[in-house]
């Protein structure tokens, strides 16, 4: 038994949820991977997965061996690229995940120029909003907006969304164009509300006219838990909605939305990649945190905030 071909085999297996799928993309026949698995398990005299028709998953010791292996086997893969020519081309495989705008916008768009660079480095993504285990589920990073609530991870800011107010012009016509913040709390107007992951609850936003201070919660009809279903509501003409600069830019400029309050800002959001807090970051992830954070001088440049 090959313990690498072994330890691979095995955590493609927990990835993939199935010795089917691990054998199709390790290229291998499902026999190979199965007695891959089973010679490891001889090895260690443990038992590392519960295997039913429907399913494959970790026992206690299986789950623990794994995270060692998953760090093993990245190691190993530094080690190799250091070591070799291929020093400034590294590989293997990322697993990210984004905000659903974000990927559709900037991230997945800018992608082809990534992997012109880097042509041997697979990217896992998951497009969501919501909390993600970067530990416990084995994530690489993560690109989120707002403050990072997970103090035990490492975090790098790479932007500052700047936000603003947009409505559908079939939703004024229909209430009428607020003049003032404080409008959107007390009369027939509404907003669609955004679904914070970490509290469950829908956001609430400050905005500032010189000395002038408006905290808006706002009424709604709808609250949604993901940035493009957010932007389809307010298409539609659900209410008012909050959207950072690049999100607003084709349908302000198509005349789909409309911007209130121009004299009102907001403070920016700012935006960060999170990651495990390993000792040694791997080459891979070190390349796309660095694009990722270029990518975002294009987009959403850090605001330098006073000290005044």
């Known amino acids: 038994m090959d313990?690498?071909?072994?330890?691979?085999?095995?955590?493609?297996?927990?990835?993939?949820?199935?010795?089917t799928k691990a054998a199709d993309t390790l290229h291998m026949s499902k026999t190979t991977v199965t007695q891959l698995v089973q010679q490891l398990e001889a090895r260690l005299r443990v038992k590392l997965l519960n295997r039913t028709t429907r399913k494959v998953?970790?026992?206690?010791?299986?789950?623990?061996y794994y995270e060692r292996v998953v760090k093993l086997l990245n190691?190993?893969?530094?080690?190799?690229t250091s070591l070799s020519a291929a020093a400034a081309l590294p590989r293997g495989r990322l697993r990210v995940d984004v905000p659903s705008p974000f990927a559709r916008l900037i991230l997945i768009p800018a992608l082809p120029e990534f992997h012109a660079q880097y042509p041997d480095i697979q990217i896992d993504m998951g497009v969501s909003d919501r909390i993600v285990d970067i530990l416990g589920e084995n994530v690489d990073c993560v690109v989120?907006?707002?403050?990072?609530?997970?103090?035990?991870?490492?975090?790098?800011?790479?932007?500052?969304?700047?936000?603003?107010?947009?409505?559908?012009?079939?939703?004024?016509?229909?209430?009428?164009?607020?003049?003032?913040?404080?409008?959107?709390?007390?009369?027939?107007?509404?907003?669609?509300?955004?679904i914070w992951a970490r509290t469950g609850k829908p956001l609430s936003y400050s905005l500032r006219r010189g000395d002038e201070q408006q905290q808006v919660q706002g009424r709604y009809v709808l609250?949604?838990?993901?940035?493009?279903?957010?932007?389809?509501?307010?298409?539609?003409?659900?209410?008012?909605?909050?959207?950072?600069?690049?999100m607003a830019k084709a349908?302000?400029?198509?005349?789909?939305?409309?911007r209130l309050f121009e004299?009102?800002?907001?403070?920016?959001?700012?935006?960060?990649?999170?990651?495990?807090?390993?000792?040694?970051?791997?080459?891979?992830?070190?390349?796309?945190?660095?694009?990722?954070?270029?990518?975002?001088?294009?987009?959403?440049?850090?605001?330098?905030?006073?000290?005044?």
């Open 57 to 64: 998953a970790l026992t206690a010791d299986g789950a623990v």
């Open 251 to 258: 349908p302000a400029a198509n005349g789909e939305l409309l």
């Open 263 to 308: 004299d009102w800002q907001l403070e920016p959001m700012p935006m960060y990649v999170a990651f495990p807090p390993n000792r040694h970051i791997s080459i891979k992830l070190r390349v796309f945190i660095e694009w990722v954070a270029q990518l975002m001088v294009q987009h959403a440049p850090i605001v330098e905030r006073s000290n005044a």
């Open 3 to 19: 313990r690498f071909d072994a330890m691979q085999a095995f955590a493609r297996v927990v990835e993939a949820g199935s010795f």
């Open 144 to 194: 989120r907006g707002g403050e990072i609530a997970d103090q035990s991870l490492m975090a790098r800011r790479i932007g500052d969304l700047q936000l603003g107010l947009y409505a559908a012009p079939s939703y004024l016509q229909r209430v009428g164009t607020p003049e003032h913040p404080q409008e959107l709390e007390d009369s027939a107007q509404r907003t669609v509300g955004f």
């Open 75 to 80: 190691d190993m893969d530094d080690a190799e």
């Open 223 to 246: 609250a949604v838990d993901d940035g493009n279903a957010y932007l389809a509501a307010g298409l539609a003409g659900l209410g008012v909605i909050w959207l950072p600069d690049y």
